[in-house]
């Protein structure tokens, strides 16, 4: 569910003409929704309630400093992969005790950061940066609070390049290596063992590849026990996939029943890190028609966003709805809407029957919230589109448009004297 819906024949933002915001701020623009946000995260971390919890939103899904602000208001606790992160984590407010760090390549700075800063845990990934944290802490006088990220073998049955959780993944340590870690992390002085992390993938459409994870941690937590290991909070990750399509995800009400069920005889703080279901809907792409135009095979609508804007179409072949924003109400065509990049793989969608439209109309790229700015990039030197957020009838620039200036800032002409 989200709060863009068609009034009088044009798509509004809650309360505001989408027309009349890529009138006042240009197009690419990015525009975001409160009121979905807020739905969002209620809706997920209420699915919680009957446990304690806390709800680690995944600040790489849309890292926008009024997004980790809204959320944080409403008592979101965060989950980071870099000293970036952290950075906006921290800047927008969030409560260190509220943030725990992921990711195989935390480097030293990264670690002293958030030490210094004493965030919940460490999800470790390796017995390297398991030995490395403690190296940190020890100098800093400080004790690591950790998890390791176990990587339990279960195919989360998603796109190849966001499945986390299988053997052949970079991610966490099997479970042997894992008792091996625990061992180490109980005689390093700079750690304290505190939780089991895993994260399996992202997107997944089904319950089932989150209780077969959830199966081996809870076996693996028995032999934990046993060691002596004091595991006081279990981290689920992310993934719960979003209706893009025709997907059918579970609701996280349905997914909360299942694992508050599971954990009930777990005296533990659950914790769960999730991305794309809170943010992913909140967001569109808004794009303006730069010209149509036909080969003898294909018909294509080319629009002033790009793979720049939002890579997924071009990256995972991923789905994203696309509509006019005031529609014409014109015969459907094939086509594809394609970008101004100098790729073939730029592409927003492919053989898609979209109404037929004209330079200077509008197109609303929907489900683009999670995933869409945060993975954007300058490439073909085109500035970062702006961002919206949208409260009512309220309108925030959340991010200015990038400018030309703004592309080279960092640089040096290398003149020589
Ligand atoms: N926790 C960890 C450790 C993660 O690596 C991720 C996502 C999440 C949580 C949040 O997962 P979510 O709830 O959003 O599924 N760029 C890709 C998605 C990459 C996900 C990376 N990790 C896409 O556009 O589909």
Redesign the pocket.
């Known amino acids: 569910m989200h709060h863009f819906t068609y009034r009088d024949g044009e798509l509004y933002a809650e309360d505001v003409a989408v027309r009349d915001l890529a009138a006042e701020y240009g197009t690419p623009l990015y525009v975001y929704s409160t009121a979905t946000f807020r739905r969002h995260f209620q809706a997920f971390d209420s699915a919680f309630a009957d446990l304690p919890h806390m709800t680690c939103y995944?600040v790489?899904?849309n890292s926008n400093l009024c997004v980790l602000r809204l959320l944080s208001e409403l008592g979101a606790g965060m989950?980071i992969?870099s000293g970036g992160e952290l950075f906006r984590a921290l800047a927008a407010g969030v409560p260190a005790r509220k943030i725990v760090y992921?990711?195989v390549g935390k480097r030293a700075e990264e670690i002293r950061e958030a030490l210094l800063a004493d965030i919940l845990m460490f999800?470790v990934e390796s017995m390297d940066e398991l030995r490395r944290i403690n190296d940190i802490a020890l100098e800093l006088d400080k004790v690591a609070r950790i998890s390791l990220?176990i990587n339990p073998d279960v195919d989360p049955k998603t796109?190849p390049?966001?499945s986390?959780g299988m053997k052949n993944n970079k991610?966490g340590l099997d479970i042997k290596q894992s008792l091996e870690g625990y061992e180490l992390a109980l005689k390093l002085p700079g750690i304290e063992p505190v939780g089991i992390?895993c994260?399996i993938?992202?997107?997944?459409t089904s319950i089932d590849p989150f209780l077969e994870a959830l199966h081996r941690i809870k076996d693996f937590n028995q032999k934990l026990k046993t060691m002596g290991v004091d595991v006081r909070f279990l981290d689920l990750?992310?993934?719960?996939?979003i209706t893009y399509d025709q997907e059918e995800p579970p609701h996280p009400k349905d997914f909360g029943q299942i694992l508050v069920r599971e954990l009930q005889d777990m005296d533990v703080t659950l914790i769960l890190?999730?991305?794309?279901?809170?943010?992913?809907n909140t967001g569109i792409l808004v794009t303006e028609v730069v010209y149509t135009k036909s080969t003898e095979t294909k018909h294509f609508v080319i629009v002033d966003a790009a793979m720049n804007d939002l890579?997924?179409p071009s990256?995972?072949q991923?789905h994203h709805t696309i509509a006019e924003v005031r529609p014409q109400g014109r015969s459907t065509r094939n086509v594809d809407v394609v970008g101004p990049i100098c790729e073939s793989g730029d592409f927003l969608a492919r053989d898609r029957d979209l109404p037929e439209v004209r330079s200077g109309e509008l197109l609303a790229i929907f489900s683009a919230g999670?995933?869409?700015f945060?993975?954007s990039s300058q490439y073909n030197s085109r500035p970062r589109a702006a961002e919206i957020l949208v409260d009512g009838s309220q309108v925030m620039l959340a991010r200015k448009r990038e400018t030309y200036n703004d592309l080279v800032a960092l640089e040096r002409q290398c003149l020589k004297e």
């Open positions: 995944s790489k899904a989950d992969v992921s990711g999800n990220r796109h390049y966001i986390t991610f992390d994260h993938g992202s997107q997944l990750g992310g993934g719960l996939g890190e999730p991305g794309r279901v809170i943010a992913g890579v997924r990256l995972y991923s999670a995933y869409g945060t993975m």
